[in-house]
Structure formats: structure tokens, C-alpha cells
């Protein structure tokens, strides 16, 4: 049994169950709903489908990040069980976890100078962190040490692929990442913008893309171009979506035929109610490994 504990945040958009059998521990984020404090706990203690149509119908939905307080607990816990942690955190490039993390670990050290915590800046969101996470398990249970394991989170994150694309742009004007000018264009005109998340971990729009059949060919388009050998692509394949599963299944399916060769089907999760919060429906994104991000 390893002597470390893998640590995310609960950004990674997987499922409670996934995350138990793989043995991954998350902290929680936050978001408020219509002024009512709520834990993102991967759809534990709300329906997705009631979570985005509580959206569609008006709710006021606003997240929190988890502070320095909060990391502090939490890693103290392993900390006293005699673990060390690797904690993947969310791109720094959406949110300040990274710092708050880092700033509880120094900390801590203090306490527990002979324990170990590294903080990684996954530059990673969604199952984009998911997949990063997945892949550290396979090396734990590898029998790789806490320090190969980070090693290698930091040499390989830039090969973690993000591509997204939302149907629905409502939520994307809410928030201001689409001006309304730009949004009402685009719903006229039935345009999907499809986004990828560059190399600073911030989310960058790449295109315009209409109508949605032509999106979810393109999407697939990006992964022929970037993923570790092609069309013979052995790795896993993680999708998440919000409340618009058929869009996400057509793209797996095609990714099915695509690439033959990949390790097992692709997984399909949704996307967390805090990354949910500011995408609402309609959105699709895809992850696998391929090419360093450069941009």
C-alpha cells in the first residue's frame, strides 16, 4: 500500500464511486444557490439534470474556491495518519486554489516537517484534472514513490488535452466570457463555439462552428491531430458534459470509430455543479493525452 495519499479537487468532475475504487480523496469547492451555501460534491446531495434546470429556471448561482483554512484541515488529517500528499489542483489559470494550497502546505510544514506535500498546478479542469488524476493512480499502483509520481505529473501535464463546446451560450453572457452582442449572433445563428484550455490553463475560444452536427465532427478533428499516435491512440478517453448526454455520446461514438485502439470505451461524467455553474447546459468537453499544449 502506498505511504501517500492522491489528492484533487473536486473540480475533477468524476463520480464519487470512481473516485472511491480508484482511491482518490477530493476537498470540496462551494457554490451558492440562489444565496444557499452548497458543497460540490460530485452530485452526492443534488440530481445533474435538477441542477441545471434549477439554472434554465432562474437560480443565482455563484462559487467559492476553497481557502487556506480549509486545505489546512483537510491535508492535517493525512498529515496525523502519517501520509504524505500529492494534491492536484485546479488550473491556476481559472481559479487561486493553487495558492491557497500551497500556502496551507508551507504551513503545515512546520508542524510536520518530516511529511511531505506537493502541490501541483494541473493547469488541468473538468475531466481534463480527472484524467491527470487517473493517470497518477495507475503510477501509484505502480509501486512509483510520491516523488516519481510528481515528477511526472509535472513533466506530462502539458499533454492533457482539453476541448469543449457548449450549445447553449446563455450562461457563457451571464458570466461575461461571451459579450451578449456576440451570444444573440450566435444563438440566431445556431453557432458553437469550440474552446480548448492553452498551456497558461486559462479556457481560449478557437473557433465558430455551426451547425452542432458539424461541431461534434470538429471536435474529434482536434483529437486526430493531437493525440499520442493518432488514429492508434491507445490511452482512455474521459468526456464530461451538463445535462446534454446524447451530444456527449455522439462524440464518443465517433471516437469509437476513430480510433480503435483506445483503452476501453470512453467515459462519459458530468460536469460538477461548480464548473456547471458557469457553463449551465449544452456544454460537451473531451480529454486525452497527445501533443505538449503550446499555446
Given at each position: 500500500m502506498a505511504d501517500y495519499v492522491i489528492s484533487t479537487c473536486s473540480t475533477f468532475d468524476l463520480t464519487n464511486e470512481y473516485a472511491e475504487k480508484r482511491n482518490i480523496s477530493y476537498i470540496n469547492f462551494h457554490y451558492t444557490k440562489d444565496g444557499v451555501k452548497c458543497e460540490d460534491?460530485?452530485?452526492?446531495?443534488?440530481?445533474?439534470?435538477?441542477?441545471y434546470q434549477s439554472m434554465v429556471d432562474g437560480a443565482e448561482m455563484k462559487t467559492s474556491q476553497v481557502n487556506a483554512g480549509e486545505f489546512i484541515e483537510y491535508f492535517k488529517g493525512f498529515l496525523k495518519q502519517g501520509?504524505?500528499?500529492?494534491?492536484?489542483?485546479?488550473?491556476?489559470?481559472?481559479?487561486?486554489?493553487?495558492?491557497?494550497a500551497c500556502t496551507a502546505a508551507n504551513e503545515l510544514h512546520e508542524s510536520f516537517p518530516e511529511r511531505v506535500i506537493y502541490v501541483v498546478d494541473s493547469l488541468a479542469a473538468s475531466g481534463g484534472l480527472g484524467l491527470l488524476v487517473d493517470k497518477l493512480c495507475d503510477l501509484r499502483d505502480e509501486g512509483?514513490?510520491?516523488d516519481e509520481v510528481f515528477d511526472w505529473a509535472e513533466e506530462n501535464k502539458l499533454r492533457l488535452h482539453h476541448w469543449f463546446f457548449s450549445t447553449d451560450l446563455t450562461f457563457y453572457i451571464k458570466g461575461g466570457r461571451v459579450s451578449k452582442f456576440s451570444g444573440a449572433i450566435g444563438g440566431v445563428l445556431?453557432?458553437?463555439?469550440?474552446?480548448n484550455v492553452s498551456s497558461e490553463g486559462k479556457l481560449i475560444p478557437r473557433a465558430k462552428i455551426r451547425p452542432k452536427k458539424k461541431v461534434i465532427v470538429e471536435i474529434v478533428?482536434?483529437?486526430e491531430e493531437h493525440a499520442d499516435g493518432g488514429y492508434d491512440y491507445d490511452g482512455k478517453v474521459f468526456l464530461t458534459q451538463s445535462d446534454c448526454f446524447d451530444d456527449a455520446d455522439?462524440?464518443?461514438?465517433?471516437?469509437?470509430?476513430?480510433?480503435p485502439k483506445i483503452d476501453g470505451k470512453p467515459r462519459i461524467f458530468n460536469i460538477g455543479t461548480v464548473i456547471g455553474s458557469h457553463t449551465g447546459p449544452g456544454t460537451v468537453a473531451l480529454f486525452f493525452w497527445g501533443d505538449k499544449?503550446?499555446?
Open positions: 460534491d460530485l452530485y452526492q446531495s443534488v440530481e445533474p439534470h435538477a441542477f501520509k504524505d500528499v500529492i494534491h492536484l489542483s485546479l488550473s491556476s489559470g481559472i481559479s487561486g486554489v493553487f495558492n491557497a512509483k514513490t510520491i445556431g453557432i458553437c463555439p469550440l474552446l478533428k482536434r483529437m455522439s462524440v464518443a461514438k465517433l471516437i469509437e470509430e476513430k480510433f499544449r503550446v499555446d
